[in-house]
């Protein structure tokens, strides 16, 4: 049973925007998922949507190939909305026609709107024009029967479109991008005034609903808790335990990869200020022994992910009978970890998938459907402090996944040295707190330097800083040169074994945070 009694979903054509309409969604208070477009008429029946948004995509609506959705969403009677190729596919299959276009639309458009009803209520028709972002090759060239223009541009006779006598709409352009400056209103219009959402939707109520759907499923059963120190673990942790209590024990594993004094941190943390039962594990030799000579970046995840469950079943089965196993799965990685029109995965992560089918214990995932932001808005009305919910992003593969190549107890001591000196001077200036992530990779090269008149041969570590909302896109920090100049010094002057350090300039997508 779905806790969001009022929901829109969203069907995704591989637009690299997609998670922004759904994030534009819940900024008004109103639930919304992505789904592929593979999606069948009876899965989304069952969901019960209060509207539909059809997403951009890079294809062609006339490919021979292109992704198409089932055509009988438009007979179910729910509000459509289609945006970019969601709008062109919308119109082909209601009987439209698209074709390349002459002039090709990318980057910022003026949209002039000829009817102030609908998604464009509250706003002027003459002589106004509003700025909105375009990113398209195909356009419109006729209007399937039923629906009229509501708005055009230079290049685009039917920027957007409004079905006469159903709830279908449409538009050319991205109103979930903040470069078109009346999204934000085109997009509330469509959720409150066309599939008549209430602004109900906000951790307090999911606080609630969660909790008990958390009783629900566990009754009196045991459950065990996999706590890395992290928000997502820590949020998880503190939710589950305000539904079950002592029903619940948290485990901590020390796998061996991660950072300097982590382990002592966390666990202090957790006893001194917290109500959680905590059993920690050193689970140092078992990991390093299954990464030896592991370089292949999924190969490590996957071996990562499969010796926690080892051990967590190892100690569940010491604690007596319990049935689930809880962990911090957030929706990033269950997108991440989607096989998308044929293509494979962006990665496996540990948490989604690639958990053992042997696996003897039922998961409870209470932040599945949420974003980094909303789980730290999360902890903070769970009562959490915000030395806790205000830490930068850890990889659960910790720096075994910053480290290219084979993970060895050498290398393994090279990154967490300057580890702690990037966390140092980010601190230090102030800069912690304004950016996403900031965090040392050890490269798997070596190159030629001078130290002390001397010729040396040595390691290459890769600064990476991000800015991010939610982790699905990011761009990277732009620090100032001294920061940047003094962590590239005291690397290379303190970190033995290190002669280069290179800052990575690369945005997500098209890279990703994490170098693995």
Request: glycine letters at 8%; proline letters at 5%; charged letters at 25%.
């Amino acid at each position: 049973m779905s806790l969001h009694s009022e929901k829109i979903i969203i069907i995704d054509f591989g637009s690299q925007t997609t998670q922004l309409i759904a994030r534009r969604i819940r900024e008004q208070k109103v639930y919304s998922e992505i789904h592929p477009y593979t999606i069948t008429l009876a899965e989304i029946q069952q969901m019960q949507p209060s509207g539909i948004v059809l997403s951009g995509g890079p294809a062609s609506v006339y490919d021979n190939d292109a992704p198409i959705s089932d055509p009988g969403i438009f007979e179910l009677g729910i509000p459509v909305l289609g945006i970019c190729y969601g709008a062109q596919l919308m119109m082909q299959q209601l009987g439209g026609r698209v074709e390349m276009a002459e002039h090709r639309e990318f980057g910022k458009a003026e949209l002039k709107i000829l009817y102030t009803g609908g998604i464009f209520a509250g706003m002027e028709t003459d002589p106004a024009k509003y700025q909105v972002w375009m990113s398209h090759g195909d356009r419109v060239e006729q209007a399937a029967p039923g629906f009229v223009a509501t708005a055009t541009s230079d290049h685009s006779p039917y920027a957007a479109l409004r079905h006469e006598d159903k709830p279908f709409v449409a538009v050319q352009f991205h109103p979930e991008v903040i470069h078109t400056l009346i999204g934000t209103d085109v997009l509330r219009n469509f959720i409150f005034d066309l599939c008549g959402c209430h602004p109900e939707w906000t951790m307090h109520s999911f606080i609630d609903a969660t909790v008990k759907d958390i009783r629900d499923k566990v009754g009196k059963d045991k459950v065990i808790c996999a706590l890395s120190g992290g928000v997502d673990s820590s949020v998880t942790a503190a939710l589950v335990h305000r539904a079950i209590g002592d029903q619940l024990t948290c485990i901590y594993v020390n796998n061996g990869l991660m950072r300097t004094g982590e382990s002592e941190s966390v666990l202090s943390f957790f006893r001194q200020k917290t109500h959680l039962r905590v059993i920690d594990i050193d689970a140092t030799p078992y990991f390093l022994k299954e990464l030896e000579g592991v370089a292949d970046p999924e190969e490590k995840r996957k071996r990562i992910g499969f010796g926690f469950i080892k051990i967590f079943e190892e100690e569940a089965g010491k604690l007596g009978e319990v049935k689930f196993l809880a962990q911090g799965t957030l929706y990033p990685d269950v997108i991440e970890s989607v096989v998308f029109h044929g293509k494979a995965p962006i990665k496996s992560h540990h948490n989604v998938g690639g958990l053992p089918e042997r696996m003897q214990l039922d998961l409870i995932e209470p932040l599945r459907e949420l974003f980094k932001d909303e789980v730290r808005e999360l902890g903070l009305e769970l009562g959490l402090p915000e030395e806790a919910i205000y830490r930068q992003p850890f990889p659960g593969p910790g720096l075994g996944i910053r480290i290219m190549g084979a993970v060895t107890a050498e290398r393994l001591n090279i990154v967490r040295q300057a580890d702690v000196i990037v966390l140092e001077e980010m601190k230090k200036s102030g800069w912690y707190r304004k950016v996403w992530q900031s965090f040392a990779v050890l490269l798997p090269i070596q190159t030629v330097g001078v130290m002390g008149d001397g010729r040396t041969y040595e390691n290459v570590i890769a600064l990476r800083s991000v800015d991010s909302r939610d982790a699905m896109t990011a761009d990277w920090s732009q620090l100032p040169y001294d920061l940047i100049g003094r962590i590239s010094s005291r690397i290379i002057n303190e970190v033995r074994g290190v002669n280069r350090v290179v800052y990575d300039i690369s945005s997500k997508p098209p890279s990703t945070i994490e170098w693995e």
